[in-house]
């Protein structure tokens, strides 16, 4: 049966996205078949973290009636396949976002894990990624401004009757003005499911285009994320690092084919 999952917290910048892109990677890892689609229509940036920014064919151009869904997917070297939306400002006319749980629902039966990498704020793309979605994943900061906004998308996901798996917390810095683990569930009212600390491995997966637990898979940020993959799965979470030697390979590999 495939799981959608809307991942989405009412405020930007809070790592909806790099969340998305990571559980998506991590789980692929796990074996899952995964779709991870940008809902974020106006300002889109799924298409970075994977590298498919300059995709030919985008999710605007299905909503469009342009282009078929299988054209519009590609498919990561790490085995997740990408559904992005379009980059430009001129692809925005005549977009409708509300179709995007038709979407969804041709996607349902051929994957495993749905992942819908949510909009800010609670309007017409926030709203839609929620009704799209069977389950709800919220992404929030270890501050007020962070959970306040995220309440907000609760309360509206809750309204649509969509299950909240939980809230992870991200970008710990582990400051002592920063909420702790029962802070944020006692003012959401849902279990955090994973702490991820905040890691400059993040910014260099992102500059690289890769997901940070393909780039660096022994990262603080990359191993709590496959700990998130492991929860929904339901398994124990057993840390393998990766040897040193490969990474080092890797690196050198990437290092030749860059662009
Ligand atoms: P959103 O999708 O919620 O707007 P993004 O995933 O785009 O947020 O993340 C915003 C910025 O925060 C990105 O530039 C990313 O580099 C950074 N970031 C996200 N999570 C982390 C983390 N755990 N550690 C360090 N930087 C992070
Ligand atoms: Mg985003």
Redesign the pocket.
């Known amino acids: 049966m495939t799981r959608v999952i809307c991942v989405i917290?009412g405020?930007?910048?809070?790592?909806?996205?790099?969340?998305?892109?990571n559980l998506a990677s991590a789980l692929a890892d796990f074996g899952q078949k995964v779709i991870a689609v940008d809902t974020?229509l106006t300002t889109p940036?799924l298409g970075l973290?994977f590298g498919v920014h300059l995709a030919p064919f985008t999710l605007h151009d299905i909503l469009k009636g342009k282009s078929k869904l299988k054209d519009s997917i590609y498919i990561h070297p790490n085995g997740v396949n990408v559904l992005p939306a379009s980059m430009s400002i001129d692809d925005l006319e005549g977009v409708d976002v509300s179709r995007l749980h038709e979407i969804t629902f041709s996607l349902k039966g051929k994957y495993d894990f749905i992942l819908l990498?949510g909009a800010?704020g609670l309007g017409r793309e926030a709203v839609s990624g929620i009704m799209a979605a069977d389950e709800i994943l919220i992404?929030t900061n270890p501050d007020l401004p962070s959970v306040a906004d995220a309440l907000k998308t609760i309360k509206l996901a809750e309204r649509l009757g969509k299950k909240i798996i939980g809230v992870v917390v991200?970008?710990?810095r582990g400051k002592d003005y920063e909420l702790t683990k029962e802070e944020v569930e006692e003012m959401t009212g849902y279990p955090v499911i994973a702490m991820?600390?905040?890691?400059?491995?993040?910014?260099k997966a992102?500059f690289s285009k890769t997901p940070v637990v393909n780039y660096s898979p022994n990262s603080p940020?990359a191993l709590e994320i496959k700990k998130l993959a492991c929860s929904l799965l339901g398994i124990p979470f057993v840390e393998r690092r990766v040897p040193r030697g490969f990474l080092l390979f890797d690196k050198l590999i990437r290092w030749a084919l860059r662009k």
């Open positions: 917290g405020k930007g910048g809070v790592g909806k996205t790099t969340i998305t892109s974020n940036n973290h990498d800010a992404v991200n970008r710990i991820i600390p905040e890691d400059k491995n993040v910014s992102i940020a």
